[in-house]
């Protein structure tokens, strides 16, 4: 039981499921008031689809703190287009604000 809980909540739902059929309800009962699947999104269980290189330099112009005005002059592509992007991000991420988008950014390694 321990051993479980010690796992991140994406990795506790397999191990869940041997859990309630060795030890029984009791167990699996306490096991879930211990692990906080209501904080889990989608993005901790499957990995997102990979961004394009272009998304990923829009990406990194924002985080940078650039418009999307500047990014599109500086890409020579329209600003509509750098919003089409950034929606594909938004939905690849399954994000929904320019601060998570940011934080996505922070967490990624610098090519």
Request: proline share 8%.
């Amino acid at each position: 039981m321990q051993y479980l809980q010690s796992l991140p909540p994406f990795k506790r739902v397999f191990p869940f499921r041997t859990l309630l059929m060795r030890d029984g309800p009791a167990h699996a009962a306490h096991f879930l008031k211990a692990t906080p699947f209501h904080t889990m999104r989608l993005t901790d269980i499957l990995p997102h689809e990979p961004l394009t290189a272009r998304e990923q330099q829009i990406v990194q112009r924002i985080a940078a703190g650039q418009s999307y005005k500047a990014i599109a002059e500086q890409l020579a592509i329209a600003p509509d287009t750098v919003r089409s992007h950034v929606r594909a991000v938004y939905q690849k991420l399954q994000i929904n604000s320019k601060s998570a988008l940011i934080a996505y950014a922070l967490k990624q390694p610098h090519e």
